[in-house]
């Protein structure tokens, strides 16, 4: 076991060893952390401790440092509120999609919050359970924290060393400004992922047999879990009905242009709509080629064994750190494209350093 220095300090207690309550299990063991679990299904707890999350709690366990709440978001708060009680010298977390409806819940109870710093990790997979679960899940993920001023430090300090220990990357913002901010990135995704391929189901044999890399790459997550999506949606219903409103105006308002494309203006409309995705996509960090981030050089690499493995090689002699990768190549065409995102500070360094190598650049 690969067991690196961990930051978390003290014993970490999963409640909800499905998916993600799994995958914060697996990952903290690999830093040699004290896992127990806990579940309201007993096969999912033995799941989870023989896939090495952790092992069951007993009765002669201190309390944990840390209790990591990981159960639906419906029950988030009864869970949370359950686990402050029965630990009252504990840190607890939540990891719930949503982060307004629990915190208010728990409000409304009068409960005392000090200890309770809400929490999601934006990593996920398409299917829930401990059989899914993965230590890498967080890896270089965001992962927001909501802490208000009366946190105290150690308890956020606790709650960040797991999120670190995990390899994601911390993100403070408010309850409210997340769930703005998932009702965007990851809710109205989901139910236009989910509405289009909905969409899929009368068509006939023949015209699904045609579908490509865009259709799956637009409906990828429609396969998830409907139980689970009702209680996030329902959760973030504010947000997201926001967002659906304007992309039925924007849904209208293109069909509109569309069908009379000849008709003054029409054709710019749409133009403008579909420029305006161009525009939105490069926002996307990570996507290729786009990051504000990160410049993209674009390698000419002749088609012979061993181009690329140079080309990597001699970045890495100059001291150049690649950020992304992307090889074009068109079957039988004697050239390729290696497309690399650098540190724009860099860029100019790595362009006069291939030159000087021999390499030609875009
Ligand atoms: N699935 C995903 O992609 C992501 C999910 N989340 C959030 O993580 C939380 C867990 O989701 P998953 O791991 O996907 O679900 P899951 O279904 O894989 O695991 C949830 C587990 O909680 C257990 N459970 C339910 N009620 C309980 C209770 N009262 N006490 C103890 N255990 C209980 C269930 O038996 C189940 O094993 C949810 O709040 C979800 O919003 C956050 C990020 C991504
Ligand atoms: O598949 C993806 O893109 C995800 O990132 C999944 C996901 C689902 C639910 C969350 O609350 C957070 C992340």
């Not at 299990?25 to 799941?47: I, K, M």
């Not at 009702?183 to 139910?191: A, C, D, E, I, N």
């Not at 579909?274 to 050089?297: C, Q």
């Amino acid at each position: 076991m690969n067991e690196l220095q961990a930051r978390t300090r003290g014993s970490v207690h999963v409640i909800g060893a499905g998916l993600l309550g799994a995958s914060v299990g697996l990952g903290l063991r690999e830093r040699g952390v004290d896992v127990t679990l806990e579940d309201l299904s007993p096969t999912t707890v033995a799941l989870a401790a023989d896939y090495g999350a952790g092992r069951v709690r007993t009765a002669d366990d201190p309390a944990p440092a840390l209790v990591v709440v990981a159960t639906p978001p419906d029950v988030t708060a009864d869970v949370v509120e359950r686990a402050l009680a029965e630990f009252p010298g504990s840190v607890v977390t939540d990891v719930a999609s949503v982060k307004l409806a629990p915190f208010l819940e728990l409000a409304s109870r009068g409960i005392d919050l000090t200890n309770y710093v809400g929490s999601h990790p934006m990593a996920g997979r398409e299917r829930g359970g401990a059989i899914m679960a993965r230590a890498d899940l967080f890896t270089a993920r965001p992962w927001v924290v909501c802490r208000d001023h009366e946190t105290p430090a150690e308890a956020l300090a606790l709650v960040e060393a797991v999120a670190l220990d995990l390899g994601a990357v911390l993100i403070e913002m408010t309850p409210e400004e997340h769930d703005r901010s998932v009702g965007l990135v990851s809710h109205l995704p989901q139910v236009v992922s989910s509405l289009l391929a909905a969409r899929l189901v009368p068509a006939t044999e023949q015209a699904i047999g045609l579908a490509g890399a865009g259709l799956r790459d637009t409906t990828r997550i429609a396969s998830s879990d409907p139980e689970l999506w009702v209680q996030i949606l329902g959760a973030n219903r504010e947000p997201v009905v926001e967002l659906l409103d304007a992309l039925a105006v924007d849904i209208a308002a293109f069909a509109e242009a569309l069908r009379d494309p000849t008709r003054s203006g029409a054709k710019r409309r749409i133009a403008d709509l579909l420029s305006a995705g161009n525009r939105g996509v490069e926002r996307i960090p990570g996507k290729h080629g786009s990051s504000e981030r990160f410049t993209t050089l674009t390698v000419l690499v002749d088609d012979r064994p061993g181009q690329i493995a140079r080309l990597l090689t001699e970045l890495g002699e100059l001291g150049i750190n690649m950020e992304d990768l992307r090889l074009e190549h068109s079957p039988g065409a004697q050239i390729g494209f290696a497309e690399i995102a650098v540190l724009p500070e860099v860029a100019e360094r790595a362009i006069e350093g291939l030159a000087e190598r021999g390499w030609r650049t875009l």
